[in-house]
Every structure is written in structure tokens, then in C-alpha cells.
């Protein structure tokens, strides 16, 4: 049976069970978001996708569609408080475009584009964060982690390897692989892992790829992020 | 080599030790750590190796649990692990001199480990001990009413390397300071009194209150005690001791008629994580008053057909674990926990502890669950929530200390007779953690429904400022509104209630708690990991005297969007102290807005120092001018 | 645009930036004899104007604060610039000179001057006349407040010339699709 909520005044369908990003998804309708991915279960930490669902703010992503639900995404106000947490993402880690082998391909670019983010507004917190190059095919980057947990629950639920997890806390909460070492090279992990594909950013890199497409031909450079519903990585 | 094999092979034993007591349970991953820690000073790498085989757990979910919680090591942190209480009223009290003193005192520098691996101080939040501090932890052993004298004499126990169980018993004595006492704590209460009274309570108009399906399912046949319970649990219009203020008759309903799949239980849980700084009744409760408690843990469980029950009592009061251990022990004797309680067949509940480590988030119900599982403190999404999904999706019900005392009185007295005590909206009474700035501090009960002015009076207190009222995510009541009340319809209280007279400052109590929960962040969401870090650098901004108006704009905006935008309470609820006291105390925030202008985000001139020091300059050249003032 | 209006007085400078914002400023080619109909220069690597003149209408700053001397300068145009614009990806967070932040600055040194061999004889330069390295690599708006950015590693001529040409019609600058790149 479906039923139907209005985003931004227009009537969405959606099926019992579906989330309000789900059937928005569904219905050609993008909601900025990071951390959620529709391949896994809904981890609703980034915030990104935040609306007001009658009036409230909540996680598009984790809050499920209900009847006659007035659902506001588009706004200024909504909007702005996007791009104050996407300013935060920025300054919270090293993001360094230029010379990031993701730009073009990366959703946190593409979104704060797509939030017209002018600039990233706060302080820097310039944390030091290593390189881990000891895996033959793959560079983890953590400057640019954003802690969505998508290799997480990638590993985890598809690979059923638990490579990678969060530890720590706070704004010390960092990505960890499953070694001793904690080094990439000394985990099980390869390149064919559904966590190999599927970081927003640059933190999981392919060795000797990098600045393969032009710029002008990447995927972002062709498209905005807005125009495509479907989130899942071009590679 | 051989040594490393040695103590590779202590380790494990050690570890195979603690995993045998916690039944190779992964969901005991917290329990694990702690007391894996306890034997070993730290986590070492080798106990991790063997966790993961004997538990079967990968190490990715070992260490990014231990990686959660503060009073868990990862890194040696010394034999002795001094930890100063760092709340609002530890500071007035004067504890910065005190640490001062002790690091000077073991020539260790504040939050390092010493050089021969001796001892590490540092500081912790609030560790409950507000009316008898400052406090700290040694080993997460709580001290009270520390003095430079003491500082000298822990000092020369440390040196003389003292095995903590040497050290003067009365160092670890903690009083409960009972001040005024009322239902709860006056009641004449015999253990087991309670139980049999709910049991006796089996009218049918109980039973026709009441949904019954669950009974039926999850309990003794033919009993029609638990609905009659349940029916004087709503008639006490008890609510929620924690904060919040639920209504406990619904929740246990709740949880009482969602559907059980095969092979689940229900759960009754005791959030005895209280983390709010300025927060210590629960610790009196436990302390004075353990069997009110767990009988209202099992009368619960009677209610709502629950057989587990867990008692989450926070890392800083582990020095009530073996007492409160033995009361279970004790209650399991006299058959008022286990089997068949009170020779009624079926009903069957028992209460395990978990001891937190470190983590005022998991006071939060559905954070407080994962951890119970052995996870990272992560508040969950909901719905779904706990009364139908919680501790390892069963239904469950997490309700404060306080509240389970309530209900032992409630099932021994009846609903009439509590709801006739307090106010309309606001049944019975309320314990408050008086601390701060009167003459006799501690704990205070009264009918909902006293004012902040009688509390006041009461506790000693003059010239008064402002109440920070159920901590600082609470709210700042000021001199005008002291005749507020206490109540669910007025101010709405967990229990703290910390008192500033006027030489306090009260932008340093909103500083004090906004760095509490920058540190107490539990890193999930975006707006609330960097939105806490932020406001923690503009207000220190300020405090440093190069604030400007710019940069209190910049603190309210980022108010607004940690409400708007957290994923739970702590975020919403971060900015509170801010918001209160620039509504306010507002003179506190002008005063320290020195500049007129735009400032630099921070101090240009110490920007230069490494260049200064390299070259060896200090002519003019190599100084830049700069608004801040001397910052640590 | 009105053409019997003043002409506002634009002054532009390259702080720890590599001069390529201000090539690219260039690219917008021949829109810069249409732009010279309603501004003039005043202090600017095209002008080599060296100081700015009180009362500047827009100041435009590529590159990050790497040294005191780009502290100064920077102050100097907030100082002299009704309106401060920063252009490209190290003004706005740093950019390339930044990624040395996570080096220790006395590591850097010490790299640079004590073990590669044939710099200043093993010494640090510690001439008064040389600005001093700060600590660590700042975006500008740490440091003075800036009104509005042309993000981009260079921005495109195209995307200078939008945010200018918007400024000029008393608009709120924006950069669509296309425009606005970080890279």
C-alpha cells in the first residue's frame, strides 16, 4: 500500500517502512547527505540530511515516512545549517582539494558546492594525522576522514572482515584498521572489498590511479552532486 | 624475549581469568576491559591479542570500545592513576593548587606519566563528591575533602610506592551528609516488604485496569499482583527521577505489553551512571539505602514480567561495587532475587552489575544500553525505543535510582498515598545534591514543589548569585527567579542543585561546562563533536580577554545549531549553560569582550615562537602585535 | 552598472600564494577593459603600487599567512579596504603552504637548514630584515575578517569575474555548477 508526505509542498510516496531519504531518493529528489549510503542500514551521524519534519529537525536517513507528514528540506534555514556543518567537516580534518586525488569524485566537495560553501568559515583545527601507505594496493589518507562509518559497516557487513572501526571519542574519534600494528598492510583487507568503494572522500585511495580522469571529465565536473539520486561511487 | 613471553603469558592468564568470570560474553566487553585493567594497571597490546581469540571478537571492536571510554588505558598511564575532580565546585574549592601541588610534589607534569612509570595526574569530570570536595580517583578509588596536607601524605604513599589497599582507610571514607530527610529517605523499610505487598495486591478491578497480556505470557499464572502493581505505579503518578520526567507508569506499560520474540526476556535496568556534574544523590541512595533500590528494580521486573535486571553504576562510584554486590548477595539468600521470589513460582529475576568507565553519555538510556552490550557509548536512533527494542533488542526499561526507590515505596504504600505528597504534576518527593556555596551541603529531600529561595534558606546560603538547577543541562536560575519552584511544571530537576554566591563568575561556571561537554562528546554526530570543540574555543577566546562582538555572534549561532542539529541530549542541551548566562549574567560575557574588532583566532605573537626560539631574534621584527592576552 | 559613478579602487596582493589566482585574474581577458570602466587599481602586482591607499574600495588577497610579513600586509589592506575578498584555495584554508602544519615548524627548520647541506652554511637566518616563519600556515579569515571568498586553486577568470561583477551590481556574490571548484 502507499501512502504520501509533502516535501516542500510536493507529495512524495512511499512504501510502509521506507525513510523519508528512501522515498525521496525514490521519487528523484536529492537530500544532501554523507554518511548515509543505500546499500547499508542507516547510521544517521553526519547530520547532513537533516529536515524538519513538521516543524522538527531530524535525520532524513533514519526517520521513517509517515502519512500526512510535512516535510520541509529546501530552505534557507535548512540549508544554512547544512553548510555550517559541512564548514565543520572541513575545518575538522585536513582537506586540502588541490592536491587530493578524490576532487572531482568526492562527496563532501560536491556537497559543500552544491551548499554554495564559499569557504570553510571556522577555525582550522589542522590535526596531525598520519599516512598509512603499508598496503601494496591501497593508501588510507586519514586526513580527510569524516567518520561516516561507510568502510565500517562495509567491512563489516558485506566483507564480514571488520577491518575498519571508530575508536576513540569525541573530536578525538578517529578510523582504525584490524591490526596489531595498525597498519592496513598487515589486515586481510583487498582491493576487491566493498570497503575499498566505498569512502565519500579521499581516505581510501587505489595505488597508482591517482588524477587518472581530467579535470573537466570527473564526475562532479560533469554533474552536480544534486542531479544524481543514486550515491554510489563511479570509479 | 623470554621477558616478553613472560609477561605475554601472564597477561593471558590474566585474561582467561576475567573472560571465565564474565562468561566469555562479548556483550561483557566493558566489564572485561575494566577489570583486565584493574589486574594490569593498562590494556596492554598482549591482553587485546588474547581477547580476541577468547572472545572471538575482531580487535577493531576491542580497542575502538576501550578507545571510548575515559578510564580506559590503551597507553600505560602508571601504577597510580590520579584523576582530579574537575567540576565547577572542585575549582572553587580549590583543587587546580592542590593538583599543582601534587605534580609538584612527584615531580610528574600534569597529564603525563612519570618518568619511571610510577604515577600519571590529570583531571576527570565530576566525580560525585561535591559536597565533601575536592574530590579525585586513585585506581577509580573516590577521595573526598582534600586538603594540601592530605596532597603531601598520598604523595609520600605514592613515592613509597604503597599498595592502595595500605593506604588510610579513612582517605576513602565518603559520607552521605544527609540533611533533610523525607519519604525516601526516612522510610522504615524492611527488605522484601514491597514485594509482598504488591504480591498481596491482587484486587480484580487491578486486573481489569490493566493490559494482560503480558502477565500472562511472562509470568506466574494466576497472579494478578503485577497489573494491580503497575496500577499503583500510574495512580502514584510517579515520573522519571533522571531529568526527563516520563511518566514511569507508561513506560512500564510500554514495555510490559511489547511482544516478546522467542527466547527474549525483559529487562529492567537501574541508570545509576549519574554524570551530571553537581549529580550525587544516587550515590546516597546506593549508598544508604541499597535494598529500597533493587527491590524497586524487582518490583519492576514483577510489574512489567521482566527476569534481568541490571544495576549500571558509573566508574567513579566502583567503591560501592563490593558492597552493593553483597546486598544482591545477601538478597539472593533471603530468596528476595533468583528463583521463585518470595515462594512464588516463576518469578524468577536476578540483577547483575555493570560498572561504566568514564562516559557521562552513556546516562543517555539508549547509550547506557550499548554500553551494557560491551559497545561504544553511542546514543542509538529512535524510535525504535527501548520499552520495545533496548538491551540486545529486548524490551526494556531504564529508569534512575532514584525513581526505583520511589516504586519499592509505591508497592509498599500504594499509589493514593504517594500521589498525595508534592504537587499536582509532580507526585512525591525530590532528593537534591545541594553543593557550592552555602554553609551545609549535601543531600536534601523534599516534597515537589519547594522553592529555590527555601532550599537556600535552609542549606546555609547567603549572597547569593544563581542556582545552576539539575546541572549545567539544566538551567541557570537567578536571583529573581528564587521563587521558582521545583516541580515538573516549574524547574524540572535531576538533583543537582549547586549554589554560586556573588564573587563568583559565572561566564568561568558556563566555561567550566561547556569544557565538560567538549570532552564528554561522544563524537557520533557532526554538529555535536566540532560544534562542542568550537563553542570550547571561543569561550576560551573570551576568557583570554581577546573576544570580541564578533566572536559572541559566532557563540550564539553555534548555540543554535547544536540544538537544532544533534543527534541527542547532550548536543541540545551543550549550549544551555551559555544561553542561560548570557540571558542572565550578561555583564560576565561583556566585561570580556575587550576588543571592539575582529580578533585573530588566536595568539599571533606566540605564533612566532618557534621562529624566535630557531633564530634566536627578538627584535621588533620578530614580534607581532596581538589582542590576546597571556594564554596557557 | 552605472558608468558616471567614481570608479572604486581595487588594490590585490599575493601573500604565501604562488601568484597563480593573480594569472588568473588575467584570464578573464578582454572583460578587464570593461572591468577598468568602473575600477581603478590602486596597490597591486599590476600597478607595483606598494602600499594601499586609505579609503580602497575592494582588496583582493590570494594566498595564506605563512610569515609576519604576511600578517602586516594583510592587516594593511583591512585596515585601508572597505571590502576584503579572499581569492583561491590558501587564502581560504591554507592551501599547498599549509600542509606543512603538520610538521613541527623547529623539525622544518632544522630540515631545511641543518641537515640538507649548502643552505646558509648550516645556520638559520636570523637577519632582521627577514619576516619570521609563524608556526603554522593560517587562512586569512583567522586573522582579519574577510567579506567574501572566490574559493578555487586557481578560481577560473570566469568565476573572478562573477563574484566581481556581482560585488559591482550589489549583489551577494555566487559561483553555480561549473564556477565553483575547490580545485
Known sequence: MSHTFTLDGKPVPFTEGQTIMQAASAAGIFIPHLCYHPEFKPHGSCKLCTVKVNGRHTASCTMRAAAGMVVESETEEINAERRALTQMLFVEGNHFCPSCEKSGNCQLQATAYHLGMMSPHYDHFFPNRAVDASHPEVLLDFNRCILCSLCVRASRDVDGKNVFALSGRGIRTHLIVNARSGKLGDTDFTLADKAAQVCPVGVILKKRQGFAVPIGERRFDKAPISATAETTEER | MALNDMHAEAVAGIVDRVVARWRRDPTCMVQILREVQEACDWIPPEAIDRLQVTLGVPRTKIEGVAGFYSFLYTEPRGQYRVLFSDNITDRMQGNRALMERLCANLWVERGKVSEDGLVSVG?????????????????????????????????????????????????????????????????????????????????????????????????????????????????????????????????????????????????????????????????????????????????????????????????????????????????????LLGRDICGLPGADFDIEIHLGAGAYVCGEESALIESLEGKRGTPRNRPPFPVTNGYLDQPTIVNNVETFAAAALIALNGGEWYAGIGTKHSAGTKLLSV??????????????????RQVLDDCGAGDTQAVQVSGPSGICVAEHEFDRLIGFEDIPTAGAFTIFNNTRDMFQVARNYVHFFQHESCGFCTPCRVGTSLLKNLMDKLHYGSGSPYDFAEIEKLNQLLQSMSHCGLGHTACNPVLDTIAKFRPAYDKRMMQQDFTPAFNLDRELSAARQMTGRDDAGAHLATEHGAQS | MSTDKKKLKVATTSLAGCFGCHMSFLDIDERLFTLLEH?????????????????????????????????????????????????????????????????????????????????????????????????????????????????????????????????LAGKEPELGHGLMHYD
Open chain 2, 123 to 335: 583531571k576527570t569530570a565530576c566525580t560525585g563528591l561535591c559536597d565533601q570536595g575536592p574530590g579525585m580517583l586513585v585506581n577509580n578509588m573516590a577521595m573526598g575533602g582534600l586538603t594540601l596536607e592530605r596532597i603531601d601524605a598520598i604523595a609520600d604513599l605514592i613515592r613509597n610506592k604503597v599498595p592502595l589497599a595500605d593506604w588510610p582507610a579513612d582517605f576513602f571514607s565518603i559520607q552521605d551528609n544527609v540533611c533533610r530527610a523525607d519519604i525516601l529517605l526516612n522510610a522504615d523499610f524492611k527488605p522484601g516488604e514491597a514485594l509482598l505487598a504488591a504480591r498481596a495486591r491482587a484486587p480484580s478491578d487491578g486486573l481489569n485496569a490493566s493490559n494482560m497480556r503480558s502477565w500472562r505470557e511472562g509470568l506466574p499464572s494466576g497472579i494478578g499482583g503485577p497489573a494491580a502493581t503497575l496500577d499503583e505505579i500510574k495512580r502514584a503518578g510517579l515520573r522519571g527521577r533522571g531529568g526527563a520526567g516520563f511518566t514511569t507508569g507508561l513506560k512500564w506499560e510500554a514495555c510490559r505489553n511489547a511482544p516478546l520474540k522467542a527466547g527474549q526476556q525483559r529487562i529492567v535496568v537501574c541508570n545509576a551512571d549519574e554524570g551530571e556534574p553537581g549529580t550525587f544523590k544516587d550515590r546516597v541512595l546506593l549508598s544508604r539505602c541499597p535494598d529500597l533500590v533493587i527491590e524497586g528494580m524487582t518490583v519492576a521486573a514483577y510489574a512489567i514480567g521482566a527476569t534481568r535486571g541490571f544495576i549500571y553504576l558509573r566508574g567513579e562510584y566502583r567503591y560501592l561495587l563490593d558492597r552493593l554486590n553483597a546486598v544482591l548477595a545477601r538478597r539472593r539468600s533471603e530468596n
Open chain 2, 435 to 452: 553543593s557550592g556555596d552555602c554553609a551545609r551541603p549535601g543531600i536534601y529531600e523534599y516534597p515537589f514543589g519547594v522553592s529555590v
Open chain 3, 39 to 167: 575600477i581603478e587599481f590602486d596597490r597591486s602586482p599590476l600597478t607595483d603600487i606598494k602600499t594601499v591607499s586609505p579609503g580602497t574600495d575592494i582588496g583582493i588577497i590570494e594566498g595564506g599567512l605563512c610569515n609576519a610579513e604576511n600578517v602586516h600586509v594583510l592587516r594593511e589592506f583591512r585596515q585601508n579596504c572597505r571590502i576584503l575578498i579572499g581569492m583561491g584555495a590558501c587564502a581560504v584554508n591554507g592551501g599547498l603552504p599549509a600542509q606543512r602544519n603538520h610538521l613541527p615548524l623547529t623539525t622544518i627548520l632544522e630540515e631545511v637548514y641543518h641537515t640538507s647541506p649548502g643552505l646558509s652554511n648550516g645556520m638559520i637566518p636570523n637577519d632582521p630584515e627577514l619576516p619570521l616563519p609563524l608556526n603554522k600556515v593560517h587562512p586569512i579569515h583567522e586573522v582579519v575578517k574577510i567579506d567574501y571568498f572566490i574559493p578555487g586553486c586557481p578560481p577560473s577568470g570566469d568565476a573572478i569575474w562573477k563574484v566581481l561583477t556581482d560585488l
